[in-house]
C-alpha cells in the first residue's frame, strides 16, 4: 500500500492545487493533505479544510489534516532552501513515519524527500498547466478569479446589494452597474415570482427568500468576483411586517447567502411612477420608512444614493469603486 502527502498553505485552494491533488490521487492508495496555517494568518485552517474537502467528498481513500504553527518556530517562506526543508521535514516525518511518497509543484519537495528518505514526484513545477499562485490571487483577485473552484468563491465574493422602497429605479440600476463593470448581477426574485404587490400570500414570501438566496449562490459561480444584486432579505422580511404584521422565520444558510460586502440605499426623492403592479405612493413611502427601520434592528450599514438617475449611477460606481479597491 502506498502512503503518500501533499501540504501547503492553501491561501487560498486554487485550482492548480486541485489539479496537483487529483494527480497524487493518482500516485497512491492513500493520500493525506495537510494544511500549514500559521498565527499570522486571517483565514483559519478550518475554512481552508472545507474549501479542499468539499471539491474532493467523493474520494474515500484521500484525508484532510491541518497543522496550527507559530512563525516563531517554523520558517514561513515558499523559497527552495536546504536549511528551512531539513526544519519542516522533521515536523512531516513525525506526521508521516511509514508514508512512502511526497507530491509537490515545488523545487523543494526534492529536498523535503531526501530528508524524509522517502520518493518525490513533482507535479507542474513550472506552472505551466495552471499558470497562477495563491500570492497571484491574493494580490490580483479579478484577474485569477476563474483559478478559484467554486468550494472557495463565496469567500472571496464582493457582493453589493441595491436597495429601496418601490420605483426607485433598483432594478435598472443593478443592470448598468454590471454591464459597466462587466460582472454578474441577480434579478431581484420578489419581481418574478409575485406578479404584484397588491396581491399575494404571505407564504410567498419565504419562496421568495429562498430562491432569491439560490440565485446568489448562483452568481458567484460567475465571471467576477463582484456580483451586483437587486434586493435583499431584509427588504423581504420588510414587506413581511408591512404587508402582513407577521415576522418572516429564515435560516442561518440564507442570511449568509445574502450577506453582503456593500449596501447602497436609493433614497425616495425620485418621481414615483406606477406601473400597475406597484402599492400606492404612500405606501411606498411608508414602506422606505420600515426597510430603514429593519436595517438599523439588523445592523445593516447602508451608503444612501440620492439625485436624478446619472447622479445615482456615478455615487454607485465610485463606492464601488472604493470597495474594490479596499479587496486589492
Do not use: G, M, Y
Given at each position: 500500500m502506498v502512503k503518500a502527502f501533499v501540504f501547503g498553505k492553501f491561501l487560498p485552494f486554487h485550482k492548480g492545487h486541485e489539479a496537483m491533488i487529483r494527480f497524487a490521487l493518482t500516485k497512491c492508495d492513500h493520500l493525506t493533505v495537510l494544511i500549514c496555517c500559521s498565527d499570522k494568518e486571517n483565514i483559519p485552517a478550518a475554512k481552508r479544510k472545507k474549501w479542499i474537502e468539499i471539491g474532493f467528498e467523493t474520494d474515500k481513500n484521500m484525508e484532510v489534516k491541518t497543522f496550527n504553527y507559530s512563525e516563531n518556530e517554523f520558517p514561513n517562506t515558499s523559497v527552495s532552501s536546504l536549511e528551512v526543508s531539513k526544519k519542516w521535514s522533521a515536523k512531516f516525518k513525525a506526521f508521516f513515519p511509514d508514508y512512502d511518497l511526497v507530491i509537490t509543484s515545488e523545487e523543494y519537495g526534492y529536498f523535503v524527500a531526501s530528508f524524509m528518505e522517502i520518493k518525490h514526484i513533482a507535479f507542474d513545477i513550472r506552472k505551466q498547466l495552471f499558470p497562477v499562485s495563491a500570492t497571484a490571487v491574493r494580490n490580483d483577485l479579478f484577474t485569477n478569479w476563474n483559478f478559484l473552484p467554486d468550494s472557495v468563491k463565496p469567500d472571496f465574493a464582493i457582493k453589493v446589494v441595491i436597495l429601496g422602497t418601490e420605483s426607485t429605479g433598483k432594478t435598472t440600476l443593478t443592470e448598468h452597474l454590471a454591464n459597466h463593470f462587466n460582472c454578474s448581477f441577480v434579478k431581484e426574485t420578489g419581481r418574478d415570482l409575485i406578479d404584484?404587490?397588491?396581491?399575494?400570500?404571505?407564504?410567498?414570501?419565504?419562496?421568495?427568500?429562498?430562491?432569491?438566496?439560490?440565485?446568489?449562490?448562483?452568481?458567484?459561480?460567475g465571471k467576477s468576483p463582484l456580483i451586483i444584486i437587486d434586493t435583499d432579505i431584509h427588504i423581504t422580511k420588510s414587506y413581511s411586517k408591512f404587508l402582513f404584521d407577521k415576522t418572516l422565520e429564515v435560516e442561518n444558510e440564507i442570511y449568509n447567502s445574502n450577506k453582503a460586502s456593500l449596501y447602497l440605499y436609493l433614497n425616495n426623492d425620485v418621481k414615483f411612477v406606477q406601473d400597475g403592479t406597484r402599492l400606492s405612493e404612500n405606501d411606498r413611502n411608508l414602506l422606505d420608512l420600515l426597510h430603514r427601520q429593519v436595517f438599523t434592528q439588523h445592523n445593516i450599514e447602508i451608503v444612501e444614493i440620492t439625485g436624478d438617475w446619472e447622479q445615482r449611477f456615478d455615487k454607485a460606481v465610485t463606492t464601488i469603486e472604493q470597495l474594490i479597491k479596499v479587496n486589492e
Open positions: 404584484n404587490s397588491n396581491s399575494f400570500e404571505f407564504d410567498d414570501l419565504q419562496l421568495v427568500a429562498t430562491e432569491h438566496a439560490n440565485r446568489i449562490d448562483k452568481a458567484i459561480s
